[in-house]
């Protein structure tokens, strides 16, 4: 009976390898927040698990005082999955949308399947246009993501812990092809995708790896789709799908565009319709490429021509960009020349948040307020009907640029705050 009692129990704990594995495969990984539907009413939450997984899930509930209610009365809602081939094997993407949801109201959510599921998280849904909220902007993250960028991001989130979500300007990582870098990238901003949305911007470093040259169709990487659930309102192209699209913010509307297929005829067409058809106080738009380029030997003159008339004609407010990895911001903008802080004409920013940087490029400085170099930085932007407040700010929190844009009767006032 002894050695019956010793061989069990060595089995038993043989097995428990296999099953601590088994349910770390199940276990939801990389959870972000990202938008498909209307902020005020809807949320998307993707995730990844190394193996296909029974009936995906997502479970929500109104953020209450007690966990343990949530367990029994949260709403279970299924989930999409999308399957993934990387460095041989198969890896599993699921997408839940909840809907129908009350405006300005905090939930409580875990994804997952009914034996395996994510810690409960939460998140925030938009208020009514009247409101005030901020978000993050951030530049190009893209080189070594986790080692040099962690710190820039979670100094970020930090400051500015009550942004409603995080607007990413292109190049999340440097190889948009490789899972490992994604990881990286999921492990540098750790818990703060499953509380704060992601907004991002495709960039020239998020394409797929067959695609080489300057003359080539930059097609984004499928890593880079499977990671966000963005919405379906772009031009309409499946090689545009969820690369170009638009998100109405409370008072704001964001207008993502991807200059990787900046010729691309139906993309210009979605851009003007989109732009012109905007109902809101504030337009603001967003790609990888700068109209004014900041670092050394750069300009991309065709997009200029082709845009700044667009910005210009439909009250385009602001322009966030990446790519050039050295911070400008401009005066406000017409026809390429600076026009008086009442007139009427864009504001144009370049930031940088990751490590990697470049030398300074001269020939729009003539244009330019503020520029600065080998700084890692991070923006908060906050707005109501009246008032767009933009602040940038160093690693080490110093405040490095900053100035107003107000409403009037006549259109927008630049204030220099700096």
Avoid at 137 to 155: F, P
Wanted: include cysteine; charge should be positive; aromatic fraction near 10%.
């Amino acid at each position: 009976m002894r050695h019956r009692i010793i061989i069990i129990t060595l089995l038993l704990f043989s097995y428990l390898p296999l099953i601590a594995n088994a349910q770390e495969h199940s276990t939801p990984k990389r959870i972000i927040l990202t938008w498909e539907g209307n902020p005020a009413t809807s949320q998307s939450v993707t995730w990844r698990t190394d193996h296909k997984t029974k009936n995906p899930v997502g479970q929500i509930i109104p953020l209450g005082p007690s966990v343990r209610e949530y367990d029994q009365d949260a709403i279970t809602v299924q989930a999409k999955t999308e399957e993934l081939s990387q460095n041989s094997k198969s890896v599993f993407h699921h997408t839940v949308g909840f809907k129908d949801l009350k405006q300005n109201t905090r939930y409580a959510y875990r994804v997952g399947t009914l034996n395996t599921w994510s810690e409960w998280n939460m998140f925030r849904t938009a208020g009514s246009d009247t409101g005030t909220f901020s978000f993050i902007y951030l530049g190009d993250i893209q080189n070594e993501v986790h080692k040099n960028a962690s710190i820039l991001l979670r100094t970020a989130f930090a400051h500015a812990s009550d942004a409603r979500f995080i607007l990413i300007a292109g190049d999340m990582t440097n190889h948009g092809y490789d899972d490992h870098l994604w990881h990286n990238f999921s492990k540098a901003f750790g818990f703060i995708p499953r509380m704060r949305p992601l907004v991002p911007v495709p960039g020239n470093h998020d394409k797929a790896k067959q695609d080489e040259g300057e003359n080539s169709i930059r097609h984004i990487a499928p890593l880079y789709k499977a990671h966000f659930a963005l919405p379906p309102n772009g031009p309409g192209l499946d090689a545009l799908n969820e690369t170009a699209y638009y998100i109405d913010y409370q008072c704001a509307r964001f207008v993502i565009f991807n200059s990787m297929s900046d010729k691309n005829p139906q993309q210009l067409d979605w851009l003007k319709r989109t732009l012109k058809s905007n109902k809101k106080p504030w337009l603001i738009v967003s790609h990888h490429h700068p109209l004014y380029s900041t670092g050394q030997d750069r300009d991309n003159p065709e997009l200029r021509k082709m845009l700044s008339p667009l910005y210009e004609k439909y009250g385009v407010d602001l322009v966030l960009q990446g790519h050039d990895h050295h911070y400008g911001r401009t005066h406000k903008i017409v026809k390429n020349q600076i026009v008086s802080n009442t007139d009427k004409g864009p504001v144009y920013v370049v930031s940088v948040s990751g490590p990697k940087m470049y030398s300074h490029n001269d020939k729009f400085s003539h244009l330019m307020k503020v520029e600065v170099g080998n700084t890692q930085l991070y923006q908060i932007i906050t707005l109501n009907p009246e008032q767009l407040h933009y602040q940038s700010w160093s690693l080490d929190q110093r405040l490095i640029d900053e100035f107003k844009l107000k409403q009037s009767k006549k259109g927008t006032t630049l204030v220099e705050m700096k």
